[in-house]
């Protein structure tokens, strides 16, 4: 993936996908790309077929909207091991209006959220959990979308820097004047 997850930003984990010619005895030799390595490191390896299949993660975790507000939020989508299957995403605990189905190709998707509270019971913020469905080899796959906000790195780049949750309501306001209310 091109994201930057989490608070370690340099990329190191590798990824080689190939396809041998022919049976055979073959050698693959491993470097720490760091320079580090030792007696108290340790490294995993899987060798197998491709298992594909997706994360997709919030650039903000919290979204504060009037009761009845509709805000967008957007989702990166990373695609592993050749996944290309249609994604749709639903929410509990909030009300997903609109479009909520990412193309097969797509690594991006934005989201509408309403806050289904009302102006005489404005809530203060609560969880969303937000999940990302989608079908593999004629089985149901059901993801949590994991919470984060962006965040700018040296005026560069950006990293998405998970959060425990995400939530979703009224942080402050009063209602409108009574004349100016939208029924």
């Not at 049976?23 to 340790?42: I, V």
């Amino acid at each position: 993936s091109t994201l930057n997850i989490g608070l370690c930003l340099q990329q190191v984990d590798p990824y080689l996908a190939v396809t041998l010619p022919a049976s055979g005895d073959y050698r693959l030799e491993l470097f720490d790309r760091t320079g580090g390595g030792g007696a108290d490191w340790q490294y995993r390896m899987r060798i197998g077929p491709p298992r594909p299949d997706f994360e997709a993660y919030t650039t903000v975790s919290m979204l504060s909207l009037p009761p009845g507000g509709v805000g967008k939020i957007k989702l990166h989508i990373v695609r592993l091991d050749g996944f290309q299957g249609e994604i749709r995403f639903r929410a509990e605990g909030a009300e997903l209006v609109g479009d909520r189905t990412a193309a097969a190709d797509a690594t991006e998707i934005e989201l509408q959220l309403k806050n289904t509270a009302t102006w005489a019971k404005a809530l203060p913020p609560g969880v969303v959990r937000l999940f990302g469905e989608t079908v593999m080899d004629g089985k149901k796959l059901e993801k949590e979308v994991i919470p984060c906000d962006e965040y700018m790195q040296a005026f560069a780049y950006t990293h998405l820097l998970p959060a425990e949750e995400f939530r979703l309501g009224t942080l402050r306001g009063e209602p409108p004047a009574k004349g100016n209310r939208k029924k």
